[in-house]
Each structure stands twice: as structure tokens, then as C-alpha cells.
């Protein structure tokens, strides 16, 4: 079993629809991020958070750390936000060996 | 800023080969990381550095070695390349430590080893 699981694995939505995108993992974390890799394949970093709640723009993102659970919400969806997201913990403690496990990632489509 | 640049965007390189990858960076980072990515797995680390002339394996090492001698540059060493490190790798950069700080990923190279 991955430390990291995302659902769905693939996710088609209509423009303007509400996207819950979610992530578990099975490990103590520190930190957890959400990013987006675009379809030509960059990555970019969306989110880091270690409790509560983080917005920026329509991307909101969640993290229940005794529940071991993270959302990634995306309000009136647009095409321009397909795109693979992809949830990464932080295991480890304050030191170098500090690392990022990955999930699979969700593919998302939203349709015009 | 350039960011992190990556070069080449792709490569086919045969079996036994050996090539390195180019990373650098100029945020002044001193942590750098390199990953690779395959259909159905998640990005999986190969090797880190935290800062010029320290480095350490990560997830996956075999096949690969890395230096670190400037802080700007991480390059990516296949000693003899095989099927198996067909995949895209990326190279990151933070300032702080992994998943500690935000992680500035370049563009990725294609690699396809026949």
C-alpha cells in the first residue's frame, strides 16, 4: 500500500462544476504540499500546509492532520485547470534527511 | 530569474551509454534534488544535495551518481545507461529543506534508453 493515495485517479468535470480532489497518507507528516503539473509536464508548486486551510484564488486547500486527510478544492472550474495534481507528505523530522513522498496524482479534465 | 533550467529536454540514448543530465539553478537554493517520474508511480527521489560538495542518495540511487561543486549546478550522471531509467527527470530546488519549503521544479527531461 503507497504511503500517499489520491482519489480519483481521473477526474472529468463540466466548466464551472466544484472539484474535490483528495488525498490520504499512512505516516506521521510534517507537511504536506499540493502541486500541478501541467500537460506540456512543469511542475509548479500550489500548496504547503501543515493544519487548517490555505486559498489562493479559486484553489482551496484543507489538511485534517489526526485524520490523515488533505482536499484540494477547486471553485467554478475552468479548462485551463486540467492538469495532473499531485499530493506530496513530508516525513521526518527538522533535519536534511527530511524528504517528499509523492502520490500518483489526479488527472483532471474540465470540459468546455 | 531563470528559475531551475533543465537540459536536454529529451534524450535516446542506447543501452551502455553513459550522459549527463545539466541542472542549475540561481535563487540561490542550497537544497537540490533530482526525481524521476513513471506512469503509475509517484515522483520518487534519486538523489539530493544540501548544499555545494554535500550530497546523498535518495529513494532509487542505483545507476545514477550526482556532485554538487557550485551551488547553482546539480548535474545528473547515467554511467551506463539501461531500459529501466527510461522516464522523465526533474530536478527541484528549495531553500530550505525538503517538503519544508517550497519546491521549484524545472522543466523535465525525457529520457528514452533503447
Known amino acids: 500500500k503507497n504511503e500517499v493515495e489520491q482519489s480519483p485517479q481521473n477526474l472529468t468535470a463540466q466548466e464551472g462544476e466544484f472539484i474535490t480532489i483528495n488525498c490520504s497518507y499512512s505516516?506521521?507528516?510534517?507537511?504536506l504540499h499540493w502541486l500541478q503539473q501541467h500537460p506540456g509536464g512543469g511542475i509548479v508548486s500550489l500548496f504547503m500546509?501543515?493544519?487548517g486551510k490555505k486559498k489562493h484564488g479559486r484553489l482551496i486547500a484543507t489538511i485534517n492532520i489526526q485524520e490523515k486527510h488533505s482536499s484540494l478544492h477547486i471553485t467554478a472550474s475552468h479548462p485551463r485547470d486540467s492538469a495532473v495534481y499531485i499530493c506530496?507528505?513530508?516525513?521526518?523530522?527538522?533535519?536534511?534527511?527530511?524528504?517528499?513522498?509523492f502520490g500518483e496524482g489526479t488527472q483532471l479534465t474540465v470540459n468546455p | 530569474n531563470a528559475g531551475v533550467t533543465q537540459t536536454p529536454k529529451f534524450q535516446v540514448l542506447k543501452t551502455g551509454q553513459s550522459m549527463t543530465l545539466q541542472c542549475a539553478q540561481d535563487?540561490?537554493?542550497?537544497?537540490m534534488s533530482w526525481y524521476r517520474q513513471d506512469p503509475g508511480m509517484g515522483l520518487r527521489l534519486i538523489h539530493y544535495?544540501?548544499?555545494?560538495?554535500?550530497?546523498d542518495q535518495g529513494e532509487v540511487p542505483n545507476g545514477y551518481n550526482v556532485s554538487r561543486s557550485t551551488t547553482e549546478d546539480f548535474p545528473l550522471r547515467l554511467l551506463s545507461a539501461a531500459p529501466s531509467q527510461t522516464s522523465v527527470y526533474f530536478c527541484?530546488?528549495?531553500?530550505?529543506?525538503?517538503?519544508?519549503?517550497?519546491?521549484?521544479f524545472g522543466p523535465g527531461t525525457r529520457l528514452t534508453v533503447t
Open positions: 527541484a530546488s528549495s531553500y530550505s529543506i525538503p517538503g519544508r519549503a517550497e519546491q521549484y
Open positions: 505516516v506521521g507528516i510534517s507537511a
Open positions: 500546509l501543515s493544519s
Open positions: 506530496a507528505v513530508r516525513c521526518g523530522g527538522e533535519t536534511s534527511g527530511s524528504r517528499l513522498t
Open positions: 535563487m540561490n537554493h542550497e537544497y
Open positions: 544535495s544540501v548544499g555545494a560538495g554535500i550530497t
